[in-house]
C-alpha cells in the first residue's frame, strides 16, 4: 500500500511514522487506519527496528475523529468505525517492541485514544489532551472510556470525560497522562533519545518486559506474577546469561 496520510522513516534500529494531513488536523478518517494498520504490520515485520515511535505533522498530534467523515454515519456504520479503530489500536498495543506517543499538539477525541494506546506518551510544553465528545453529543469510540480510567484513575478520566476540558501538558503530566514534557524544538530529539536508550537494552528483554506487563494489566495479580516467573526464567541461559556475565565481567553486553 502507498502511504498517503503516514510517513514513515527509519532511523537505526528506530521507526518514527508521522501523521501528515495537517490541514485536518491530522484527524483519523478510514484510510488512516488502513494506513496504520499496514505500518504495524511493516514495522512489526522488521526484526531490525526496536522502537517505534508516533507523532503528529504541525500544531496537531491528532484532533480527533474525522468528524467530516463521521458526521452521515447511521448506527451500524458508527459501530464499525469505532470497532476499526479499536483493533487497530489494540494492534499497536500488541506489537512486540515499544512504542512511543510523541505529541507535539493537540491530541483530542480519538488522537488522545491513539496517544495512549502507544506504551508512553512524551508531550511538548504545547501540547492539549481532552476527550470533548460529550461537545458534539457523542462518546469516545476508540476505547478512551477504558484506556482514560486505567491511566489517570476513574476520578481524573470521568472529570475529563464529562467536561470536556481541554488540559495542558503540565496538568497531563500531574495526572500521569504524560511522562516527561519538553520545548517544541527539543521533542522529537528528546524522544529519539529515549528510543535510542531503549534500543541498547536486552532485545528479548524489552519484547519481555512490555508483553508481561500489558498481560498483566489484562489478569489478575496471581495470572500476571506467574507469567513474569515463566518469561524471566526463560532468559535465563539466554540473552539474560550475556547481561549478567557482561555485568560481572565489566564489560559491554554482546547481545
Ligand atoms: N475532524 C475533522 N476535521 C477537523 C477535526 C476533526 N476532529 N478537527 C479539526 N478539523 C479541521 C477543521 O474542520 C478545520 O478545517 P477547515 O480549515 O476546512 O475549516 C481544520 O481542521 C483546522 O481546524 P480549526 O480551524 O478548528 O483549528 P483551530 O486551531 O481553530 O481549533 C481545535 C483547533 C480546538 C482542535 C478544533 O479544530 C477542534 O475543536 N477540533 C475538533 C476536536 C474534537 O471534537 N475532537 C473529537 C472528535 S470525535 C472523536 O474523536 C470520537 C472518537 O473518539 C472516536
Known amino acids: 500500500m502507498d502511504y498517503e496520510i503516514l510517513k514513515i522513516e527509519f532511523t537505526g534500529e528506530i521507526a518514527q511514522v508521522k501523521i501528515d494531513r495537517p490541514k485536518a488536523l491530522n484527524a483519523l478518517n478510514t484510510r488512516f487506519f488502513q494506513e496504520m494498520a499496514e505500518a504495524v504490520k511493516e514495522v512489526s515485520g522488521n526484526d531490525k527496528i526496536k522502537v517505534m515511535i508516533i507523532t503528529g505533522e504541525g500544531k496537531a ?30 494492534s499497536l498495543e500488541k506489537m512486540e517492541i515499544p512504542v512511543i506517543a510523541a505529541i507535539n499538539g493537540f491530541a483530542l477525541g480519538g488522537g488522545l485514544e491513539l496517544a ?8 511538548s510544553t504545547k501540547a492539549k489532551f481532552g476527550q470533548p465528545e460529550v461537545n458534539l453529543g457523542m462518546i469516545p469510540g476508540y476505547a478512551g472510556t477504558q484506556r482514560l480510567p486505567r491511566l489517570v484513575g476513574v476520578g481524573d478520566a470521568l472529570y475529563l470525560l464529562t467536561t470536556a476540558e481541554m488540559i495542558d501538558a503540565q496538568e497531563a503530566l500531574r495526572i500521569g497522562l504524560v511522562q516527561k514534557v519538553y520545548e517544541p524544538e527539543q521533542l522529537m530529539e528528546e524522544v529519539m533519545n529515549i528510543a535510542r536508550t531503549i534500543a541498547s537494552k536486552g532485545p528479548k528483554a524489552i519484547r ?14 496471581e495470572s500476571g506474577s506467574r507469567l513474569e516467573s515463566e518469561e524471566f526464567g526463560s532468559l535465563f541461559k539466554n540473552e539474560g546469561e550475556e547481561g549478567m556475565r ?10
Not at 475523529?65 to 454515519?73: G, T
Open 208 to 221: 519481555k518486559v512490555k508483553y508481561v506487563t500489558r498481560q498483566g494489566m489484562l489478569s489478575d495479580f
Open 61 to 90: 498530534f491528532v484532533a480527533g475523529a474525522d468528524i467530516a467523515e463521521m458526521v452521515d454515519k447511521d448506527q451500524q456504520a458508527g459501530s464499525e468505525f469505532s470497532r476499526l479503530g479499536q483493533k487497530v489500536f489494540s
Open 116 to 123: 495512549m494506546a502507544c506504551d508512553f506518551r512524551i508531550a
Open 246 to 255: 557482561a555485568f560481572l565481567e565489566k564489560r559491554k553486553p554482546n547481545w
